[in-house]
């Protein structure tokens, strides 16, 4: 029950933001630009996209330019949720607080994961305008769209992590996106020559896992891999505050 109250506390809190508002209207503004764009480029092209349908073409294209967004905005999101408390003070009547410190962690989560799912709601609206004139794989746009929320949500349990070391949301802000970006490139040393370990790097990949989901395949395993990812993050919160407590 606090953990529910906590999370609706700072989901109202996001969404009295400015900022809230203007990463959807960005968002929105450039996923609707690339789809566009793509849409046009698969209609002009012979044979509608030739052989390949939407699903694969337009769909496929603007789920995975929303991976850039989300690691531009996932810090932009993250970084007040206990930096700004730190630093205004309120972080200490928190903590004194009678609830528990996994509680806290995942109550700030879960208004996030609040805000992550109102995003992928409102970008579900584009590739579901396709369904009265193509044959869409709506298997395929909800292993994307599940694939996203996973992404954001392991994403989030990371900024949230970074938020709680700081007392500077700017200084999150930028550490999350070094984190993030850092993850984001593991990827690429997984497939360079000579590298050992290639496969576990290749494995440890959030983006590795994203991509198999956004190509449709469902694999309980992706799903197990974002779920310890998250865990793990949240877990090094809830250790980081309880230390803070003492």
Known sequence: MNTLIIARAELRRIFLSPLAWAVLAVVQVLLGFIFVNVLFDFINQPGFGGGFGASDVVVGQVFGFATILVLLIMPLMTMRLFAEERKSGTLNLLLSAPVSLTEIVLGKFLGVLGFIVVL?????????????TTDLDVGRVAAGLLGLLLLMGSFAAAGLFVSSLTREPTIAAVASFGLLLLIWLVNILGY???VPFAEVIRYLSLIEHYESLRRGVFNTADIAYYALFTALFLGLTVQRLDLERQ
């Open 120 to 132: 992928l709601a409102v970008t579900a609206l584009m590739p579901l305008a396709l369904l009265p």
């Open 192 to 194: 360079q020559d000579g």
